[in-house]
């Protein structure tokens, strides 16, 4: 059974630090790309960051690039996402889920259809 569950959200100053976890079950996960996407209060979600299935390729928005950093660890099914500079507008719901192509490389943004095994998100606050 398919299933991705985040963890590691939390309440931090601008300026903070946080690291995303995305655990993964019920498929082969080094073979797929998994990506991190996020939804404020009110507007659509976005896409924050992609990683390929081996590690090789990521992608990041124009928004975070440079601030966020998207890794996986293949032995222990996991991928995080690591949230630095943190700032107001960063504040969401961050959510995992995996590319349903096969051997997806991240080299452009797919639609959140394209994507499944969507968790339930944990929220992430910067506030002063």
């Known amino acids: 059974q398919l299933q991705l569950v985040e963890s590691g959200g939390g309440a931090v100053q601008p300026g903070g630090s946080l690291r995303l976890s995305c655990a993964a079950s019920?498929?082969?996960?080094?073979?797929?790309?998994i990506g991190w996407f996020r939804q404020a209060p009110g507007k659509a979600r976005e896409g924050v960051s992609c990683?390929?299935?081996?590690?090789?390729?990521?992608n990041y928005a124009d928004s975070v690039k440079g601030r966020f950093s998207i890794s996986r660890d293949n032995a222990k099914n996991t991928v995080y996402l690591q949230l630095s500079s943190l700032k107001p507008e960063d504040t969401a719901i961050y959510y995992c889920?995996?590319?349903?192509?096969?051997?997806?490389?991240?080299?452009?943004?797919?639609?959140?259809?394209?994507?499944?095994?969507w968790g339930r998100g944990t929220q992430v606050t910067i506030s002063s």
């Open positions: 990683i390929s299935g081996r590690g090789v390729s990521t």
């Open positions: 889920a995996k590319v349903q192509t096969i051997y997806y490389d991240c080299n452009r943004w797919l639609n959140s259809g394209d994507y499944d095994g």
């Open positions: 019920g498929f082969t996960f080094g073979d797929y790309a």
